[in-house]
């Protein structure tokens, strides 16, 4: 009786393992082999449901991670999840509606690259062929935003790429590329060599935390070459007060000088008013002091006409 007992608990206990275990999704072996990846213009395009499988999207649930070897563990997308979350930053591989007015990024695991794929991707051939490994990574990250630049406006996408082609020449390299949003620190986008034996993980988190520097370094410069200084502004009240100033001292001495002229016009007018040359016109006035000096003139002839007749009265007596 104990053994049946023993035998249903167990029985139990794997009922239920296998129905928690039964919603967990199993990493999914994607249908591209990586040797067909080694190009960026053989990755599928965001929007597609190629591309939810190269990237392996159902299984991290992460949706700005595309690996599509899983080199990553569930519990590594989450530490890295972790990360990220201090630069506020969503999703790439969305809509515009999705995380509006935050900047977007995508990290892209690429486990091989290969030099003649990536030639063979620059039909246009914009870029000079590379001639060394670091030469080719920069190229394979521009290209693979170049070829996603239609679905996935990227204001920072990170490119970890494993190995090379033809040989698996195990030399890891990490590519930043600022563009959009964070164009200008476009600068800082240049491929850095990374240790073959550090974890993949620790090499992101280390470039997520150094673009996260970067942007809040930026930033800050900028605020504080567009804030206006302390000095400027003293500046600039002290003469729009002086330009007051003078602008009421101005209206002061006009109002003063327009009222001379007044008191000045009102003596004139009083002035003829009261004399009796411009009373009777200035015409008339002057007619009228010349009547007087002719009457004068002739009365005074007169009276040295008579003077000598009465003389000459005097002489005879």
Known sequence: MLNVLLWMAVLNNAVSLSAVYRNVPARRRSIYHPSTVSGPCTFPVPYTKEFDIFCQLDYHKTAYICDPAGILSRTEVEMLDHTVRELNMTSCFCSSSCGRGRKKLGIVIVPA?????????????????????????????????????????????????????????????????????????????????????????????????????????????????????????????????????????????????????????????????????????????????????????????RTFSKTPARNGTTNRL
Not at 124 to 144: E, G, H, K
Not at 157 to 167: S, V
Not at 250 to 256: M, S
Not at 267 to 286: E, Q
């Open 113 to 301: 690259a290969s030099i003649n794929s990536i030639i063979a991707c620059d039909s246009s051939l914009d870029y000079a062929p590379p001639t060394s490994l670091p030469a080719a990574a920069f190229l394979f990250a521009q290209l693979l935003n170049r070829h996603w630049s239609g679905h996935c406006m990227a204001d920072l996408m990170i490119i970890y790429i494993r190995a090379w082609n033809p040989d698996r020449v195990r030399k890891p390299f990490i590519i930043p590329i600022y563009s959009h949003a964070l164009e200008r620190l476009q600068r800082y986008s240049h491929p850095t060599s990374v240790p073959a034996r550090e974890p993949v993980l620790l090499a992101l988190q280390n470039s997520i935390r150094h673009a996260h520097r970067l942007i809040e370094a930026e930033w800050t410069d900028f605020q504080t070459n567009t804030s206006i200084p302390q000095w400027a502004m003293g500046l600039a009240c002290g003469m729009l007060i002086v330009v007051v100033l003078s602008v009421y001292t101005a209206n002061c001495i006009t109002n003063k000088l327009g009222r001379h002229p007044q008191k000045q016009r009102y003596a004139v007018s009083a002035f003829r008013k009261s004399s009796d040359r411009f009373r009777a016109g200035f015409g008339g006035g002057m007619m009228m002091n010349a009547s007087v000096q002719q009457k004068r003139s002739v009365m005074m002839f």
